[in-house]
């Protein structure tokens, strides 16, 4: 009894699948009660990949889409002055550079035009030159992927990348050490 707290007056908790990319994302439509989508997306890859595929699962079981919570992991760079930006952004550039390593983030880089990074940084990976990846990561990119802005800016462009698509939001802020 010391590990039966009885029946939950809220019901059975809903169950989100993490997933990226087609497969995972339809299975997540068809069985779970939501997504948490990875941090490697915009808000075209969204609209253009993910949904898609969430309602093709949900098509499956035969329900709606509509009915799933979905959860935007989504990737910001922010600081207080020009130092925070800048170890914000070279702690994402280093992130965008190892995630361009795997084949499963390839669909949103070749969606906005940067599939040829993946063979290089995959390459510079097996080298062992770290170090050097990031150097492939363009502003463009991270701007792409990342909300970028100051702090009172943030709220306001997650709204515009992710209304009418997402239900809530996680944040990931990485900086780079001191």
Not at 32 to 42: E, S
Not at 67 to 75: P, Y
Request: proline letters at 8%.
């Amino acid at each position: 009894p010391a590990f039966d707290p009885g029946p939950s007056p809220h019901g059975p908790p809903p169950i989100l699948l993490g997933g990226f990319g087609p497969r995972m994302t339809a299975v997540a439509g068809e069985v779970a009660d939501g997504l948490l989508v990875h941090p490697v997306n915009t808000r075209r890859s969204l609209q253009e990949l993910t949904l898609p595929a969430l309602a093709e699962g949900a098509a499956r079981a035969g329900r709606s889409a509509d009915d799933l919570e979905i959860v935007c992991v989504t990737i910001v760079v922010t600081g207080r002055d020009e130092q925070q930006m800048r170890r914000s952004r070279e702690a994402v550039r280093s992130q965008l550079a190892f995630y361009g390593t795997t084949p499963a983030y390839l669909p949103v880089f070749e969606l906005h035009g940067y599939g040829d990074l993946h063979p290089e940084l995959q390459r510079l990976a097996r080298q062992d030159r770290w170090d050097e990846m990031g150097d492939l990561i363009d502003d463009e990119l991270i701007e792409t992927v990342a909300v970028v802005g100051e702090p009172h800016q943030v709220a306001g462009k997650v709204r515009a990348r992710l209304e009418g698509i997402s239900d809530s939001v996680s944040l990931v802020n990485n900086r780079a050490p001191d």
